[in-house]
């Protein structure tokens, strides 16, 4: 249903397209924007190392109440901030279909977070506004629930949907957050036409396997890659373990561009 083989973002620094005839797109920043020191200088660190777009929650699906659940309204201001200071397209979460509006105003992609995949009345909302949507899979969405997800955001008008993985409850949480499905990424190139993101950040939870789970990802033909990446990892108030730090990106970066197709 109205499948486009490609999102093209307009951004400051100009039209990025995702896709699978383009070169993979990264997507990188924190987890949450903390403050205004760290969103902008995170920023200008991922954009100098080849990044195009920077992601960072304002409002984060925590799974306890009582853990941070992101600054809102204060984070989007300072998310424009760091869209003016270096023309990086911005990706960030909306949990609440109210809040809808105010997100779209700064984000030129809105994710949908893998808690919400099958929140369908937040599907057919950000189905019927006009920024494109990263729909992330749920950690316990088959590959069929995730395509008839992003099929809600389609029939609701919106034809500008790329698909994210980030990984899946297995069994072991010990040694992995959550396992990595790269085998999706044949599959979904099989079942339908919308991009591809692999997000290995969340997909194993620890920083030491980003790496490596990036590259496999680029050499199985993803489209994008999203990757946390955090000025001081380990004082991070959300997903610290998983975060690079902007030199362990910076190098990251230059072994995807040996992969080939990378930006
Ligand atoms: C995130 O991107 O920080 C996030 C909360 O992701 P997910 O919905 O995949 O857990
Ligand atoms: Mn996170």
């Known amino acids: 249903h109205g499948e486009a083989s490609e999102v093209v973002i307009e951004t400051p620094n100009g039209p990025v397209a995702i896709g ?5 797109v990264v997507v990188a920043g924190p987890c949450s924007v903390e403050n205004e020191a ?18 960072g929650g304002a409002y984060k699906p925590r799974t306890s109440p009582y853990a941070f659940q ?34 779209a105003l700064v984000a030129d992609v809105i994710q949908v977070g893998a808690r919400n995949m099958q929140n369908f009345s937040l599907l057919k909302q950000v189905g019927q506004q006009d920024k494109p ?40 949480r ?40 990036a590259k496999a990802a680029l050499a199985a033909g993803t489209d994008s890659l999203m990757i946390e990446v955090h000025p001081n990892p380990p004082k991070a108030l959300s997903d610290g373990p998983q975060s690079l730090t902007p030199d ?16």
Request: glycine share 8%.
């Open 38 to 55: 760290m969103i902008i200088g995170t920023a200008q660190r991922v954009k100098a190392a080849g990044a195009k777009f920077l992601r």
């Open 174 to 213: 010990q040694y992995t957050r959550n396992t990595l499905d790269l085998s999706c990424i044949p599959v979904l190139r099989q079942l339908t036409h919308l991009p591809i993101m692999i997000d290995p950040s969340h997909g194993t939870g620890w920083a030491a396997y980003v790496p490596t789970m």
């Open 70 to 103: 992101g600054h809102g309204e204060s984070a989007l201001e300072l998310l424009a901030a760091a869209r003016e200071a270096t023309g990086l397209g911005i990706i960030t979460e909306v949990m609440d279909g109210a809040d809808l509006e105010k997100i």
């Open 20 to 24: 699978e005839h383009h070169p993979v």
């Open 133 to 172: 949507v990263l729909l992330k899979r749920g950690m316990a969405a088959t590959i069929e629930d995730w395509l008839m997800a992003a099929e809600y955001i389609l029939a609701a008008g919106n034809s500008q949907v790329i698909l994210c993985e980030r990984g899946i409850r297995t069994f072991d």
């Open 248 to 263: 362990q990106f910076d190098q990251l970066m230059a072994e995807l561009a040996v992969i080939g197709n990378a930006v």
